[in-house]
């Protein structure tokens, strides 16, 4: 079953699994069991696929264990096996946030953050990407998903913060929240009217993800 996610505490400190994390290193927070695909990848360009992967493992020893995770991100995403050789700089943009997904994998996380996904790729890769997300949920591994397109955070979430202005404006159980009228009037900055109104031009089908 997933882990409960880590909280946000008064004064900025955070807490995972009763353990104060906040101020510690990166290496130490990673061989906690969170790890993170940023928004804009960050990528080390000028080394190659397979090269990136193995920094995503650098607190595990075991070699065995870290060729199973190889092995692991290249079934999920077989594009990345095709270009292992190649240097991180070259690939497209679907292809580096594979890289940056596959990577935070390779740490074997308990607690997978990440933070605009889908930003900057066409359709037809944000449906892959979330369904690869989709499996790894269904794996049992938590995610934890900052993302500005409500309606795939929804169709992937158990439970949503909706945010407005910087502050948590509504939040309760993804599949709730897909039917309330105030986070369609939060996400697309309509009124009731407006709502009304363009749901009938678009032939009454306003904020159908389809």
């Not at 158990?158 to 945010?163: E, I, M, Q």
Request: charged fraction near 20%; include cysteine.
């Amino acid at each position: 079953m997933p882990l409960p996610v880590s909280c946000a505490l008064p004064g900025g400190r955070i807490q995972w699994r009763g353990e104060q994390i906040s101020g510690q290193p990166a290496y130490a927070i990673v061989s906690k069991g969170l790890a993170l695909s940023p928004e804009g990848w960050r990528l080390f360009v000028d080394q190659t696929v397979a090269q990136n992967l193995r920094l995503g493992a650098t607190a595990l020893a075991d070699r065995a264990r870290i060729g199973a995770l190889f092995e692991r991100v290249y079934a999920l995403f077989p594009r990345l096996a095709e270009r292992r050789r190649q240097s991180a700089g070259t690939l497209s943009g679907g292809e580096r946030q594979m890289l940056a997904l596959g990577r935070a994998l390779m740490s074997e996380p308990q607690l997978l953050m990440l933070d605009e996904p889908s930003l900057g790729l066409a359709p037809a890769v944000v449906e892959a990407l979330y369904e690869t997300l989709r499996e790894l949920h269904r794996q049992g591994l938590t995610l934890l998903l900052a993302e500005q397109s409500i309606p795939l955070a929804l169709g992937l979430a158990n439970y949503a913060y909706v945010l407005q202005t910087g502050r948590v404006a509504l939040e309760g159980p993804a599949a709730q929240l897909e039917g309330d009228e105030n986070v369609q009037q939060i996400y697309l900055g309509l009124s009731g009217a407006a709502r009304h109104s363009a749901g009938e031009r678009n032939g009454g089908r306003a904020g159908d993800r389809r």
